[in-house]
């Protein structure tokens, strides 16, 4: 009976190949952090060529071992190719276990999650009490210049040029409570433009923030090994932005008022080191490269050499040895 050509042992060489690729993508994602270009192209492209180069790497020596095991002529040649092809192997998985490359890496970063996860929630909190922060500033200046129009008002007959500089009009013949809330409203809108909050097409300033928070503390906390990396690269940008706007919505002063502009102390742990300063494997690392090696090589240990191979490495009777 003829073998089939692709059995189940070449499926799970196909398999550890791939699932090796996989943990070698995650692992240059995480050694690549920060970095725009890998390999010359995009940060995501560049390390999904580096997983896939070395599964092909490991499945081609493997599967081209098995085949060259199985042979049916050329024997002797075919014999040392696939001593080749094993010792290349051999050297792939000697080298891909190495501390410097991506599969081990991956498990370094892994058994730093914990305190990834910690400083990564304490920057999102900080950057979710910004809006916080930023309304109750908002709100005491309010009160604050709501009371000194009041107050100029009150004294306008005692010292007029108060009452100039807060903007009041004396013979408009508007009266003073309804210049006030007119200058209520317009420091409001400054403080609060229509671009700072929409809750119905939650597109304002305070929505986007708030969902992409929300959005990375959750990929934060679940731990998704793909999405941890573009939280640790825009954290910090996408939160200056944000306190950016803030402070140029304060920077609109009204008639009269002495307001400081918003401030806000943004604080950010260091994280990008968890991911790319690189140690010795961890024993599960070296654990999963044995498993993978055995796993990736297992369709050529249980192939069968064929039958008359055997004697081509041995003497026939008749063959006079000199």
């Given at each position: 009976?003829?073998?089939?050509?692709?059995?189940?042992?070449?499926?799970?060489?196909?398999?550890?190949?791939?699932?090796?690729?996989?943990v070698?993508?995650?692992?240059?994602?995480?050694?690549?952090?920060?970095?725009?270009?890998?390999?010359?192209?995009?940060?995501?492209?560049?390390?999904?060529?580096?997983?896939?180069?070395?599964?092909?790497?490991?499945?081609?020596?493997?599967?081209?071992?098995?085949?060259?095991?199985?042979t049916?002529?050329?024997?002797?040649t075919?014999?040392?190719w696939?001593r080749?092809?094993?010792?290349?192997?051999?050297?792939?998985?000697?080298?891909?276990?190495?501390?410097?490359?991506?599969?081990?890496?991956?498990?370094?970063?892994?058994?730093?999650?914990?305190?990834?996860?910690?400083?990564?929630?304490?920057?999102?909190?900080?950057?979710?009490?910004?809006?916080?922060?930023?309304?109750?500033?908002?709100?005491?200046?309010?009160?604050?210049?709501?009371?000194?129009?009041?107050?100029?008002?009150?004294?306008?007959?005692?010292?007029?040029?108060?009452?100039?500089?807060y903007?009041?009009?004396?013979?408009?013949?508007?009266?003073?409570?309804s210049?006030?809330d007119?200058?209520?409203?317009?420091?409001?809108?400054?403080?609060?433009?229509?671009?700072?909050?929409?809750?119905?097409?939650?597109?304002?300033?305070?929505?986007?923030?708030?969902?992409?928070?929300?959005?990375?503390?959750?990929?934060?906390?679940?731990?998704?090994?793909?999405?941890?990396?573009?939280?640790?690269?825009?954290?910090?940008?996408?939160?200056?932005?944000?306190?950016?706007?803030?402070?140029r919505?304060?920077?609109?002063?009204?008639?009269?008022?002495?307001?400081?502009?918003?401030?806000?102390?943004?604080?950010?742990?260091?994280?990008?080191?968890?991911?790319?300063?690189v140690?010795?494997?961890?024993?599960?690392?070296?654990?999963?490269?044995?498993?993978?090696?055995?796993?990736m090589?297992?369709?050529?240990?249980?192939?069968?050499?064929?039958?008359?191979?055997?004697g081509?490495?041995?003497?026939?009777?008749?063959?006079?040895i000199?």
């Amino acid at each position: 009976m003829n073998q089939s050509k692709f059995s189940l042992a070449d499926v799970l060489t196909a398999l550890a190949s791939l699932a090796f690729g996989f943990v070698c993508f995650l692992g240059a994602n995480f050694l690549n952090i920060g970095n725009e270009k890998v390999w010359g192209m995009s940060h995501i492209t560049g390390c999904v060529v580096i997983s896939v180069c070395i599964s092909a790497l490991f499945f081609s020596t493997a599967y081209g071992a098995k085949l060259l095991k199985r042979t049916s002529r050329n024997f002797k040649t075919c014999r040392v190719w696939e001593r080749v092809l094993l010792v290349l192997f051999t050297l792939f998985a000697v080298f891909f276990a190495t501390k410097t490359t991506p599969f081990p890496h991956f498990f370094t970063v892994e058994a730093r999650k914990s305190e990834i996860i910690d400083k990564l929630q304490k920057s999102i909190r900080k950057a979710e009490n910004m809006f916080t922060e930023y309304e109750s500033y908002a709100a005491k200046r309010e009160n604050l210049y709501k009371h000194n129009l009041q107050r100029v008002a009150t004294l306008k007959n005692i010292n007029p040029p108060d009452y100039t500089n807060y903007g009041f009009s004396g013979s408009s013949g508007v009266s003073d409570d309804s210049q006030i809330d007119t200058k209520m409203f317009t420091v409001h809108a400054d403080l609060f433009p229509t671009n700072y909050s929409d809750s119905i097409a939650q597109k304002g300033i305070k929505e986007v923030a708030a969902n992409w928070l929300h959005e990375a503390n959750s990929i934060t906390r679940r731990w998704k090994r793909i999405g941890i990396v573009g939280v640790v690269n825009d954290i910090e940008k996408n939160s200056n932005q944000w306190l950016d706007n803030l402070v140029r919505l304060s920077q609109v002063h009204e008639f009269g008022e002495e307001a400081t502009d918003f401030e806000y102390a943004q604080s950010f742990d260091e994280v990008k080191s968890n991911f790319t300063i690189v140690e010795n494997p961890t024993e599960l690392a070296i654990g999963f490269s044995v498993l993978a090696y055995v796993l990736m090589l297992f369709s050529w240990y249980v192939t069968k050499r064929n039958t008359r191979a055997e004697g081509a490495f041995t003497t026939k009777p008749y063959e006079v040895i000199l």
